[in-house]
């Protein structure tokens, strides 16, 4: 894949760990320089920006900051995204408010003010949405709502912005083995039954790295995918693609 982005500069919000450190290698491995726009520095002599997706001020120093560093933005991964669970007669206002301040006004407050930078690049937009934008777990109603909101924001921004020459895409991965999993699944009492029985939900037979995702995100951010704009790109083994039966029959 070297050499795919060379000259490219691209941001990947929320890039510090998990899935938005595993895109931010594979950019680099492709030839561009990546700046990681997060919270926190991820201390792993990655260049890092100072980032809060929710805050308009924040997002404005990031993308002045990368324009003043590299004299142009190509590449926009929304990735940044927070997940908890609460269902719909627990949630307070304030909890579903924070989720949709982070996973969905982020990207749209992050791509407006890269559009410009962006349109003289005739760059492109890779959002990270969910299969829970599809289909959903319990208690995780704000998260499903903000994951599909990310998938119809896709859309809506490549229509909007295609005659200006910026292509606009998502990857809606699926159970992806991040830290946060990980820990999901170590805490439980039967480990290696969970790790079974969630490689048996896979048609590919196992649950996805990081990097599966960070592969597709730098086709659609490549020439390679130059004709392709508004689509959502499921990275799931196949999961959605096989209803589950009851246990007794499957
Ligand atoms: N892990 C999965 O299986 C999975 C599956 C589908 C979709 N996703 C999506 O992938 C993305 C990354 O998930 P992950 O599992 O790697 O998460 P993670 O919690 O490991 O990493 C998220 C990163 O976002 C940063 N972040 C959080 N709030 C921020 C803010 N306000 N401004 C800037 N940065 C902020 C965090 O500091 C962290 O570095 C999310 O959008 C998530 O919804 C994850």
């Given amino acids: 894949m070297t050499g795919r982005l060379s000259g490219r500069v691209s941001l990947v919000t929320g890039g510090a760990q998990g899935i938005g450190r595993a895109i931010a290698q594979r950019l680099a491995d492709a030839g561009a320089d990546v700046v990681i726009g997060d919270l926190r520095d991820p201390a792993d002599g990655s260049e890092w920006v100072e980032l809060d997706v929710t805050s308009s001020e924040s997002v404005a120093r990031c993308i002045d900051e990368i324009v003043e560093r590299h004299s142009r933005l190509d590449i926009v991964v929304n990735n940044a995204g927070i997940m908890f669970e609460e269902d719909v007669e627990t949630h307070s206002e304030t909890s579903w408010q924070k989720m949709?301040?982070?996973?969905?006004?982020?990207?749209?407050?992050?791509?407006?003010?890269?559009?410009?930078?962006?349109?003289?690049?005739?760059?492109?937009?890779?959002?990270v949405g969910s299969i829970e934008g599809f289909s959903c777990n319990p208690g995780h109603v704000a998260y499903a709502a903000t994951k599909a909101g990310v998938h119809g924001l896709t859309g809506a921004l490549a229509v909007d912005l295609g005659p200006f020459g910026i292509r606009a895409n998502a990857v809606a991965p699926?159970?992806?083995?991040?830290?946060?999993?990980?820990?999901?699944v170590d805490?439980?009492?039967?480990?290696?039954?969970?790790?079974?029985?969630?490689?048996?939900?896979?048609?590919?037979?196992?649950?996805?790295?990081?990097t599966d995702v960070g592969d597709v995100v730098v086709w659609l951010a490549s020439d390679e995918a130059r004709f392709v704009t508004g689509q959502v790109i499921t990275v799931d083994g196949g999961r959605l693609s096989k209803p589950p039966l009851p246990g007794i029959l499957s």
């Fill in 100 to 127: 949709l301040d982070v996973n969905l006004t982020g990207p749209f407050l992050v791509t407006k003010a890269a559009v410009p930078h962006l349109q003289a690049s005739k760059g492109a937009i890779v959002n």
């Fill in 174 to 184: 699926g159970w992806i083995d991040t830290e946060l999993n990980s820990n999901f």
């Fill in 187 to 210: 805490r439980h009492p039967d480990r290696d039954e969970v790790v079974r029985q969630l490689a048996e939900l896979h048609p590919v037979g196992h649950i996805g790295a990081p």
